[in-house]
């Protein structure tokens, strides 16, 4: 239920301190008890905040820097620099001093208001480079005792200060707040960046409320839900997420206690409504499976077994298919036994929507969760759009998808395969770099995401990789070398694949495969093996890849428009891709292009018709030696599907 | 937690005190103070009599001579429980906490000589009862807080690493509010980052909480960079007692942790 009045931020604030006075609008738990402050009262908190910063000489238009883990007074800033009209501008809070510095500088920071002794010992570190910070007001007072600087105060005090200054001008806050334009800056959130510095996203109220509105709609939230709060505050899901739905719906924010308890402050709270990227997902689940293996024989068994039964019916039960009434029965029983315990555990036994988004997730991991009932849906979006392009709808879902565009969203795949983005919630500029936003935003509005993809028949949106890393095949097919790749790395036993096809006329490939996964595979069949290089050479685990490789190829037969990309040919490499020999960045993505290089003997030997190929590298150890290894490779070739058949099949 | 860190007047005085297991002598006229707010080390190789002067401190060990004096008071032959009540608190070299129990109920046992009701009002948990369990829980939170364990806060002790039921052996020792906190080898057998970690907790109790702190540690490093004054240990004698710097240098020391030529 989406409420229509307000169009700045703090005019919704005081809107839903109106409507719903003692509803509770945030949560947090301290010394060990959830405290709860009312939209009334979070009003109250954010008048004496920003009319102390006022009187700290806060003026209109000027940034307010915010840096810590999710804290109700680190929100409450934000909301009170938006009241007088400035802009908050959130920072990561495990960035190191030095990262800091550029942001600092470019959004000329005077002001800053941030957690703890950790993050003003930062600060004060950076500020012979930061002339312009003059105020750092902290939440937390410990260790900071002794410090006399004079930049510092602390939170506590600024808003003693600010209420003595409220009752002086009593009608201050409610002024400048009226004051306040849609199209006003709300947040300046900067963006990573892969290459250079970072860029800071401008969004105005107007886009980014108006896409909050349209989300809100979308899955129905109301003040009921709650919503733990524990992914960066400078990131823009928990801006669009945490921040500004609940302006909107008036529902509850909760702040976990510290950044190691959020698994036990889920469970206590209970979320109805949950985001996540993949990788927080497969935490939960490798520490629930771990836990299993610890459990009891009985319990070891009833989970596998009903994790069995939920695998066949549980998601056709959740998307409203027909199931035989065998499972449904077997399925009921399996939620009172197993699912129903294991969501409670968890903390997601009152789970209405979870999302996922930020990069691909694993097929197993997304069917473990909605097959035990858990409405799992993905969604894309970035920075520059408030999230907000493509999402999943309940029951309309789909692994490989990211769903239809939202209401309100203009979705257009450009002559490249590059997917371009119109709507309410695209930014307003690159903030201070008109020649950046020149050339993300087109002359009719378009946001050029950098990222490939296309139109699946149902008008799903499929997002492959990223636009400058696609590349085409001779005969004119789409090469998606990173959408290969992590569909061969979701099996246990593929660490690394690299793909080759960009002008090639197939696609062939080099697999590498996880020493822990295969090694105890082959343990368990009395594989002898000597090292990795040896274990890579096995004809038993050049057969298992070949069947992964097979699965892949079966499953890209369906797919209209990547179909002719399958993987002719591939060779399992004798030696791990490391970052030290340059094959993986720091971050352990492939560098596919210094790889082709390094391996050319390999590459050329896959796209002639040899069956195997001598190669001698060199590879530096890590106390620094290099040494040399040879391995005389085995080229396999892969079975490949006609997608035609495919089609007729399906 | 606004006490300003003043080194005061002496609030231990140890005079004299010999200690013998029967033919076995573990201590030997050894007299020293500790003064209020201070850290005070205790270092000697093994077997100097380190743990037995701590034992003499909180009344495990009766000395067969001389006297300690704890704020001005001489006590004769008291109990630990006593020692415990005048505002003595300790950790032990080898942890000795409940294991199967969660950390939260490990730190309820440190306020449990502050516990007016008697078993059967906790057990009825009605009026008094209750509001006293609600004010040491309150207590006991600050302490988790202080110390940041609310991630382990309902865990069973068993399953913590190591360094971390240290670091719950020295917050059950907080939860009673001590004046005086006996630390035995809080350290030993951690890594780096886990000493690094309970040096400056070690500080923080010292400085926010204003304890006096005895400490016996082997880390040479920590010892030096965390203590105001430290006594040196040897066969049961004190051979040295200074700052860090005077203790370093001394010769008698130097001898007793690197030997004699003879």
């Known amino acids: ?650 | 937690m606004t006490t300003d860190r003043k080194i005061g007047a002496p609030i231990l005085e140890i005079d004299n005190i010999s200690l013998a297991f029967g033919g076995v002598v573990a201590l030997q006229a050894v007299s020293f103070d500790v003064r209020e707010h201070e850290i005070r080390a205790i270092i000697g190789p093994n077997g100097a009599g380190k743990s037995s002067l701590l034992n003499v401190i909180n009344g495990v060990y009766h000395p067969q001579q001389g006297t300690v004096a704890f704020k001005g008071r001489k006590r004769h032959n008291v109990d630990p429980h006593e020692a415990a009540r005048q505002g003595i608190a300790r950790t032990f070299q080898n942890i000795a906490l409940f294991r199967g129990m969660t950390v939260l109920d490990n730190l309820m046992t440190g306020r449990n000589l502050k516990m007016k009701c008697n078993f059967l009002q906790q057990a009825v948990y009605w009026g008094a009862a209750r509001r006293e369990e609600l004010e040491h829980r309150a207590k006991v939170e600050t302490v988790i807080d202080f110390l940041e364990i609310q991630n382990v806060r309902k865990t069973p002790v068993g399953r913590l690493p190591y360094g971390l039921q240290k670091r719950v052996e020295l917050g059950r020792a907080l939860a009673a509010e001590p004046e005086l906190l006996l630390l035995d080898e809080p350290m030993a057998g951690m890594n780096m980052e886990e000493k690094q970690d309970m040096s400056r907790f070690i500080l923080d109790v010292n400085d926010q909480l204003g304890a006096t702190i005895v400490l016996i540690e082997h880390d040479m490093s920590v010892v030096m960079d965390l203590s105001d004054r430290v006594v040196v240990l040897d066969y049961g004698r004190k051979i040295a007692d200074g700052t860090p710097d005077e203790v370093r240098n001394n010769k008698d020391v130097i001898d007793a942790y690197l030997g004699v030529a003879h």
């Open chain 1, 1 to 650: 239920m989406a409420e229509q009045s307000g169009d700045t931020f703090p005019r919704l604030l005081l809107h839903q301190a109106q409507v719903r006075p003692d509803r509770p609008a945030i949560r947090e738990k301290d010394l060990g008890i959830w405290q709860t402050w009312s939209w009334a009262q979070v009003a109250g908190e954010a008048r004496s905040l920003a009319c102390g910063l006022a009187a700290q000489g806060f003026r209109r238009g000027e940034r307010l820097a915010i840096i810590g883990d999710n804290r109700p007074r680190l929100y409450w800033a934000m909301m009170a620099a938006q009241a007088l009209g400035g802009v908050p501008v959130p920072l990561y809070q495990d960035a190191v001093a030095a990262e800091l510095v550029f942001v600092l500088q470019d959004a000329e920071i005077g002001f800053a208001v941030v957690e703890d002794q950790e993050q003003v010992d930062k600060l004060l570190e950076i500020l012979p480079q930061c002339p312009r910070l003059k105020h750092i007001f902290f939440d937390d007072p410990r260790g900071l005792r002794h410090y006399t600087q004079t930049e510092l105060m602390s939170v506590e005090k600024l808003q003693a200060a600010g209420r003595e200054f409220a009752q002086r001008n009593p009608k201050f806050f409610a002024d400048e707040i009226e004051k306040g334009r849609p199209s006003d800056i709300a947040v300046i959130l900067y963006t990573s960046g892969t290459t250079g510095h970072p860029k800071g996203v401008s969004q105005t109220y107007a886009a980014v409320i108006e896409t909050a509105r349209v989300l809100v709609a979308f899955d129905g939230f109301a003040e009921k839900d709650d919503i733990l709060c524990y992914l960066p505050m400078a990131w823009v899901g928990d801006f669009l997420y945490s921040y500004a739905q609940v302006h909107i719906a008036g529902f509850c924010l909760n702040c976990p206690e510290s950044p190691d308890t959020v698994m036990t402050d889920l469970r206590e709270i209970g979320p109805t409504y949950y985001f996540g990227p993949p990788r927080v997902y497969e935490n939960i689940l490798t520490q629930v499976m771990i836990r299993i293996e610890d459990a009891s024989w009985l319990k070891r068994r009833m989970f596998h077994y009903f994790m069995g039964v939920a695998k066949r019916a549980g998601m056709k039960i959740l998307e409203g298919r027909k199931v035989p009434l065998k499972d449904r029965v077997l399925y009921k029983l399996g939620e009172l036994l197993v699912y129903g315990p294991l969501k409670n555990v968890l903390g997601m036994s009152r789970l209405r929507v979870a999302y996922t988004g930020g990069e691909a997730i694993g097929p197993d991991l997304f069917d473990f969760y909605r097959s035990i009932g858990i409405n799992l849906k993905q969604l894309y979006g970035m920075t520059e759009t408030c999230v907000t392009v493509c999402m999943h709808s309940s029951g309309d879902v789909k692994l490989e998808t990211v769903g239809r565009p939202l209401p309100g969203v203009e979705v257009r795949i450009a002559e490249s395969g590059e997917v371009l983005v119109r709507s309410p919630g695209v930014m307003k500029e690159y903030y201070k770099r008109p020649d950046a936003t020149r050339e993300a935003i087109d002359a009719e509005g378009f946001f050029h995401t950098g990222d490939a993809g296309y139109f699946d028949p149902d008008g799903h949106l499929k997002i492959i990789d990223r636009a400058k890393d696609v590349g085409k095949l001779v005969d004119g097919t789409l090469f998606a070398p990173k959408y290969l790749e992590n569909k061969l790395k979701y099996f246990p036993y593929i660490k690394e694949a690299v793909c080759f096809g960009h002008q090639r006329d197939k696609v062939c490939a080099f697999i590498n495969i996880d020493m822990a996964a295969m090694g105890n595979w082959a343990e368990k069949r009395n594989l002898p093996y000597s090292g990795y290089a040896d274990l890579a050479s096995q004809p038993a685990v050049c057969d298992l890849v070949r069947e992964c490789v097979d699965k892949v190829n079966r499953d890209l037969a369906g797919d209209p428009v990547l179909g002719n990309s399958q993987i002719c040919r591939f060779i399992v490499l004798h030696k791990e891709l490391d970052a030290d020999d340059g094959e993986l960045t720091r971050t352990r993505k492939v560098r596919r292009g210094h790889i082709g290089e390094k391996y050319a003997v390999l590459v050329d030997a896959l796209y002639s018709d040899k069956t195997s190929c001598f190669i001698e590298t060199q590879v530096r150890f890590e106390d620094g030696r290099a040494g040399m290894v040879s391995a005389d490779l085995k080229i396999v070739k892969a079975k490949t599907y006609s997608v035609a058949d495919a089609k007729q099949a399906a």
